[in-house]
């Protein structure tokens, strides 16, 4: 990296951190991050546990955030339903980044191909997202491998849309015409050149797409086709204490509170991203 690039990206983080949200949605992943990595030392009971003599006890010194009508420990699965939240989004993020990209540059580079794969893509994107999901979850089963492959399946076609569009306005760029110029082949300025000029709306559209997984995965679960039900998923949780909401609403608060927090950081932080990475924007400012 050149001296002109570290000085670059010292200008960007400067700027992303001088907006509040942003910092605030950095603080508050990198403390479910924490909670997630560390789940063990933190919960304070086994998340599977079940008492039956401590059922839907209110939160107190014993259990933080109260029980369930199995008497499990509300804090402890909350904790280690971070963990699950967590490996559900950087997974699908990382799948659909390497495909959706992929898919994108060809499509936004070759011509013949680009009828053809966003024919296919605009197709599932027609379906509603949560049917989609539950369609394929009904044929592949209820497990984590399976709700990732899901997730992945249908917002590949999000991050591919957003590449090609870059693809398209990178492709009509002076560099890409002197790289020609100097002999550089079609698949060299695919997979090398353009690539580095599309990094931001990739990054950027990786967070957004994090904050739905977040939110599609609590949803299949509430609903009975996601994580198996003794899972320590938030989704389970929020569904497990539908039924006894008035008398015993800490089931679904702390749960509910999590994907909020956790969905609302996301969001700031992709919010911070486009402000600084988004040339537009710079220009603007």
Not at 263 to 280: E, F
Request: charged share 15%; hydrophobic share 50%.
């Amino acid at each position: 990296m050149t001296q002109t690039e570290k000085s670059g990206s010292r200008r960007t983080l400067e700027k992303f951190m001088k907006n509040p949200t942003a910092v605030f949605g950095v603080i508050v992943l990198l403390v479910m991050f924490i909670m997630a990595v560390f789940a063990g030392p933190i919960a304070t009971h086994d998340p599977l546990e079940i008492n039956p003599g401590d059922r839907l006890m209110a939160p107190g010194a014993q259990h933080w955030f109260g029980t369930d009508r199995m008497g499990r420990d509300i804090f402890s699965r909350v904790v280690y339903g971070s963990r699950i939240s967590l490996v559900i989004g950087f997974s699908v993020v990382l799948l659909t980044s390497f495909f959706g990209t992929f898919l994108g540059l060809v499509s936004g580079y070759f011509k013949r191909l680009d009828e053809i794969i966003m024919r296919i893509l605009d197709g599932l994107m027609a379906f509603p997202g949560l049917i989609l999901m539950i369609m394929i979850m009904a044929v592949l089963g209820r497990s984590l491998v399976n709700v990732i492959i899901t997730l992945a399946i249908v917002y590949t076609p999000r991050m591919a849309r957003v590449v090609r569009g870059a693809v398209l306005v990178q492709k009509e760029q002076t560099y890409i015409e002197a790289a020609r110029a100097i002999g550089a082949g079609a698949m060299r300025i695919l997979f090398i050149h353009i690539p580095r000029n599309c990094i931001a709306p990739i990054i950027i559209q990786g967070t957004m797409i994090f904050a739905y997984v977040i939110l599609a995965e609590s949803a299949l679960s509430f609903l009975g086709v996601g994580m198996p039900p003794e899972t320590p998923s938030w989704g389970v949780v929020i569904s497990s204490g539908k039924v006894f909401l008035r008398r015993a609403p800490w089931i679904c608060f702390f749960s509910g509170m999590s994907i909020s927090l956790c969905v609302l950081a996301l969001n700031s932080i992709g919010d911070g991203l486009r402000d600084v990475l988004d040339p537009r924007l710079n220009r603007k400012g």
